[in-house]
């Protein structure tokens, strides 16, 4: 059991489990997605750090289709808050991913080699594991617009697949 | 006159290829939240299959040390089978999406 991802996680977790979806603390539209945004960010910057970093054909391989399709997924995100007219709204969840993610990226810069392969792959196993349980217990439930919830439900049959991949890939470095 | 000719020309030659080819089908394959489907194809020899994306993401279908097509976002690709047998392929992006393709002889 890796402890570090769960850390850098907390505040997801939190919301997710801690405090199931009630009127009053039920993100609005416009932070959920800013929040949607940030967590592919994250996982875009995690993965350019890994295509840098790691000389494992399989990691790189993994970390180059984390950019393709988180990319993907924010520039319809951007689409969609545009046709909408919404304005994504920072919020304390979305902070608190940032600094999680940020102190959590620090960590894996100073590794290297299989370290480095091992400290990252676990972490995106263990990141879309969170992000997917806050979409299914939170965000998707919470999101108001029906376009905002099926892009968020598109979203997660993304990421569960990535969740998956990086499972995978998990396996092979073991 | 003499180009009315040629374009009837044109077109007997046009019309009888696709005579030719009639029996020659295409089968599309949707492919949909993270999925091919359907995700297991019988065809045969000079049947095109066509892969339609719709999902808002790029895939590929690719035969492991074989051929790949790859399949814009919300596009498509198409690729006529060249030879009988039964060949398993996957998308290289997201690996857990696999489909199989089954080709008889002409
Ligand atoms: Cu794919």
Redesign the pocket.
Known sequence: MNIRPMTALATLCLLALAHPATAADKPSDPQIAHIAYTAGVIDVENAKLAISKSGNKEVVAFAEDMVRDHEAVNTQALDLVKKLKVTPEDNDTSKALSKAADDERAKLAKLDGASFDKAYVDNEVAYHKQVNGALTTLLIPSASNAELKALLETGLKIFQGHQQHAEHVAATLK | MRSVLYLIAIAGLVLGNCVADAEARTIRVTIEK?AFVPAEIEARVGDTIEWVNK?I????VTVKGGWEVLIPAKGTASLAMPEAGQVDYY?R??PN?KGRLSVAAP
């Open positions: 993270m999902d993401l790029v895939h590929t998308c992006f997201h999406m």
